[in-house]
């Protein structure tokens, strides 16, 4: 067959682009974890010796590493000083823990995913899971790095607003449970807002539940949150008034299971808060920048965590609306319609 010379230059100069973004990504997760991006927000202009001197680092390795982020945008360099800076906009995605678009935690989390290379692709040749738990910890610790962000941002701001009365019931003093918890950042977030309420969060990994009673504490807000290893069809029944699942619902094997149990766990008053990652109910609608990140998560992690456990159904993390719908009425609720977006997440209110 002939080749089109064109389509051959746009397959490769997209191959070229993730070549450079694979290699950048790896760099982006070393000047995180050595707090390079930190020491330039906090110092401004920096000269690579400059910067070396600040960090405790070898300043020939910071003279590439500095130039393959000029040459991706993440840093700014200056050539008639030879001065590199990071602007305010990449102080927010880089630097600031607390900004809505810091993203290293992402980067974390992909880091950690090519050290467990090894077995998505045995899994690929037997069909079998990947548990959450067999993978290697820094993904644990990177989405709660990745999401936190999005809930400080939005969860108290306009999620929880955007459900019918749950806001209020939470002022007044509610019990919430918050199933999939992980690293607890969301239940923490909400323990926060809302001081008179009772909180319960539930994970089935116990290192993580470890690690969310220990933000507990450093959060000051222990006394008012519980922590307990459990998975999401067997947590203790307290007539709840919100019920919570954070980018979590798809990545079970029996997600219905999970809704039955909610719907004899929840007060007949009580309120669903489904957050999903934000996904068209087609393929084809989701063939962007944000499905192609969440499809590869959904690889190698969704589906690899569904299949491992009973069930098996591997929503995936591009379920859609549609298919999430279909979850929750078979799983006893009556209502279920979309409360709120971002330009991540898909937020659902499901009621008895």
Same mark, same amino acid.
């Given at each position: 067959m002939a &080749?089109?010379? +064109? =389509? *051959?230059?746009? &397959? *490769?100069?997209?191959g070229v682009a993730d070549l450079g973004s694979a290699i950048s990504a790896l760099l982006l997760h070393i000047g995180d974890k050595l707090g390079l991006y930190k020491a330039m927000a906090e110092c401004g202009p920096l000269t690579a010796k400059e910067l070396a001197r600040r960090t405790g680092t070898a300043e020939r390795y910071l003279r590439e590493w500095l130039a393959n982020q000029a040459a991706g945008g993440y840093v700014t360099f200056d050539a008639g000083t030879e001065h590199y800076s990071l602007s305010e906009e990449q102080a927010l995605c880089l630097a600031?823990?607390?900004s809505p678009t %810091? *993203?290293?935690?992402g980067f974390e989390s992909v880091a950690s995913l090519f050290v467990d290379e090894p077995k998505f692709v045995d899994a690929f040749r037997s069909g079998r899971g990947v548990g959450w738990h067999e993978h290697d910890p820094r993904l644990f610790r990177g989405t709660e790095r990745f999401f936190r962000p999005g809930y400080n941002a939005n969860l108290v701001s306009s999620w929880i607003p955007a459900l019918e009365g749950v806001g209020? +019931? *939470?002022? =007044?003093? /509610? !019990? /919430? /449970?918050d199933v999939g918890c992980g690293h607890g950042a969301s239940t923490i977030v909400m323990a926060r807002a809302y001081p008179k309420s009772e909180f319960f969060g539930f994970d089935y990994h116990p290192a993580s539940i470890e690690r969310a009673r220990q933000a507990a504490a450093e959060a000051g807000v222990a006394n008012r949150v519980r922590f307990e290893v459990a998975s999401a069809k067997d947590f203790p029944a307290r007539s709840y008034d919100l019920v919570a699942f954070? #980018?979590?619902l798809h990545d079970m094997g029996d997600p219905v299971g999970a809704v039955r149990h909610v719907r004899e766990t929840i007060s007949d008053e009580g309120t669903v808060m489904l957050v999903e990652p934000f996904a @068209?109910? !087609?393929?084809? #609608?989701?063939?962007?920048p944000i499905g192609r990140i969440f499809y590869g998560f959904s690889t190698v992690v969704c589906c690899p965590a569904s299949l491992a456990q009973e069930g098996g159904l591997a929503l995936g993390a591009q379920a859609g609306e549609? =298919?999430? !719908? #279909? &979850? %929750?009425?078979? @799983? @006893?609720f009556g209502h279920f319609r979309r409360a709120t977006e971002t330009p991540f997440n898909l937020i659902f209110e499901a009621r008895p």
């Open positions: &080749v089109d010379q +064109k =389509r *051959l230059e746009t &397959v *490769l100069n997209q600031n823990e607390d %810091f *993203l290293p935690g209020q +019931k *939470l002022e =007044r003093g /509610a !019990r /919430a /449970a954070f #980018d979590c @068209g109910d !087609r393929l084809e #609608d989701n063939l962007n549609a =298919r999430l !719908r #279909d &979850v %929750f009425l078979e @799983g @006893g």
